[in-house]
């Protein structure tokens, strides 16, 4: 890719937060998007989580100093992004969906944006807030969350040509096949769990009767 198409690939998601219906219409036809900044856009909103939580004022925050644990965060955000991308293709597709994984995942994660600039701004407006004026920071966090929706139902219903009402049904049962993926790897982890206990109860036993005893 040259340098102009890597231009325009950094601009989509700022485009797209004002324009999305165009966005979408344009990398549907000409296939323009761009995995490199969906994948800056993913990091940038794991660091906006990551900063809310350590750094936002304490006025503000019940967090305890030193409790973060990066890797639940990254569990709550990339890893929950992830799942959504590849639930929503695999739900889309059966719905005769338009839009392929590359540009689902590029769509979504551009929707990104204004959440992460809405954690980021809450952050900072805790330290120049009163606690009376906390509800402007509670704002900023939420309008980023709200925008970040719209542009997911926007984009969503404009990429695959779908209905409001079959768009809304789709992203229910992206959520539905999310919340199923999460259910299958807490299982399949209590099961490794299970069968790693066992073999290394069945080891120690083998070992000390046969080798120590």
Request: glycine share 8%.
């Amino acid at each position: 890719m040259n340098i102009a198409a890597h231009l325009r690939g950094g601009t989509q998601p700022l485009r797209m937060a004002v324009h999305p219906i165009t966005l979408t219409d344009e990398i549907r036809d000409k296939r323009s998007h761009s995995f490199w900044t969906g994948l800056v856009l993913l990091v940038v909103y794991f660091l906006s989580a990551v900063v809310s939580y350590q750094y936002t004022s304490r006025n503000f925050s019940m967090n305890k100093p030193g409790s973060l644990n990066v890797f639940l965060v990254f569990l709550q955000t990339v890893f929950v992004v992830l799942l959504f991308v590849l639930s929503n293709w695999c739900v889309s597709t059966l719905f005769a969906g338009r839009g392929t994984l590359g540009q689902i995942w590029a769509l979504s994660t551009y929707a990104l944006l204004p959440a992460a600039a809405g954690s980021f701004a809450a952050t900072l407006l805790s330290y120049v807030l009163s606690a009376q004026e906390g509800v402007f920071v509670t704002w900023a966090e939420a309008a980023g969350i709200i925008w970040t929706a719209i542009l997911l139902f926007v984009t969503q219903m404009t990429l695959h040509e779908f209905s409001f009402g079959k768009t809304l049904g789709v992203l229910l049962l992206t959520l539905a096949g999310v919340i199923i993926m999460i259910f299958l790897l807490l299982l399949f982890c209590s099961l490794m769990q299970e069968v790693y206990g066992f073999g290394s109860t069945l080891y120690y036993e083998i070992y000390f009767r046969w080798f120590v005893g």
